[in-house]
Structure formats: C-alpha cells, structure tokens
C-alpha cells in the first residue's frame, strides 16, 4: 500500500515552557484512569466530610474525608484576562488597535503555563489548565501582559504565596488584579493520582 505523503499534524505553536490545555487534559485522564491512591495529605486522623464546612479552614474537603490544603497537587485553571485600555503611562498598548492580552502563570520563578495571545481582545474568557504542585510557601505569579509581535510586554505582576490562595482553594476561584487588569482563575485540588510539575 502506498504510503501517502503531504498529510501532516499542525506543528504546535507552544515552545518548550508553554503547556498547552489538550496536554493537560490528556495527562489528567490518563492519571485517573488507574487504582485509586489514597489523597495527597490524607492522615490516619483525618476527619470525614461532605463538604468545606466540616473541615479546618486549613484543610479541604475531598471526600470522604478533610486533607491538608498543602502542600498536594492542584490544577489552576486562568479563566478570564482583561487589560485596561492603556498602559501603564496611559498609552494605547498597541499602534494597530486593542491590546493582545497574555495571561501566564509561574510557581517559584518557573512558568508552568501561558494563554494564546487574544488579538484585539481586552476582555478575553479563556480555560488555559496548569498543573501545579503548591505548599504553604509556594510563590505563585501571575502575570498579564500585552503581547506585541512575539514579545511579552508585563503590564502587570502580581505574586502571591500559597497560603493567600487558601480563600481561592476553598471557594474555587480568585482573582489578582491591579489598575492595569486582572487575570481570574480557578484553583481545584488535582485528580487523585495525577501527577504535577513541582514549583
Ligand atoms: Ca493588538
């Protein structure tokens, strides 16, 4: 049989430090298809559960039962990016139009994922997943920028410690933002057996 020639897959657009959202999806239904492990931070003492409000404030509801809130593996997902219309010496971000806003997220100096740059969109919803493995003392950065021909422009640096993200682990969400914009995100205690890149 003639092997057919010309048919290839789109390269990826992502270098190396960029994790992309199919990858990620694919990783977390690969890890949760074998047995059960039990919980990351589950003690021999751990209380049962149904929901946040039988637990600690410093633990979460997995159930059936409370686990520490760190350090175990987490899935942060950035759900939405949004740049002001100007810059931070109130000039336009771009000579052709609206500002491209690119959300990125770093755990202890080292991105674990970057959105696609939105053209034109202040205001931009997105689901871009990360896996990410946080303790107490995690520095977690997000960072909003305005991507300008393949280059990163930070309009906006925010780092926060894992221990100011125990209100998103325990509501599921945040948001860090600053007169220039905000990224939102998701914060949900990883599939059990997943694995994540450590900070
Ligand atoms: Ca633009």
Do not use: H
Request: glycine letters at 12%; charged letters at 20%.
């Amino acid at each position: 049989m003639k092997r057919r020639e010309g048919t290839r897959f789109p390269p990826s657009r992502a270098g190396p430090g960029q994790l992309q959202w199919g990858a990620v999806a694919m990783l977390a239904s690969c890890a949760t298809a074998g047995p059960s492990a039990p919980p990351l931070g589950a003690t021999a003492t751990a209380k049962a559960c149904v929901g946040a409000i039988d637990c600690k404030p410093d633990e979460l509801c997995t159930a059936p039962q409370c686990v520490a809130i760190f350090p175990r593996a987490y899935v942060l997902t950035v759900e939405k990016a949004k740049l002001s219309p100007y810059d931070g010496n109130g000039n336009p971000w771009d000579k052709d139009g609206d500002g491209d806003p690119v959300a990125a997220v770093s755990v202890g100096g080292r991105e674990v994922c970057r959105s696609a740059p939105a053209k034109d969109q202040l205001d931009v919803t997105l689901a871009v997943a990360c896996a990410v493995s946080l303790d107490a003392k995690s520095e977690v950065r997000f960072t909003l920028g305005d991507d300008d021909g393949g280059t990163v422009q930070e309009g906006m640096l925010k780092i926060v410690s894992g221990a100011d993200l125990v209100p998103a682990v325990r509501l599921g969400f945040g948001e860090q933002q600053d007169a220039l914009g905000y990224v939102r995100f998701r914060l949900a205690p990883a599939p059990t057996g997943s694995s994540a890149r450590s900070p």
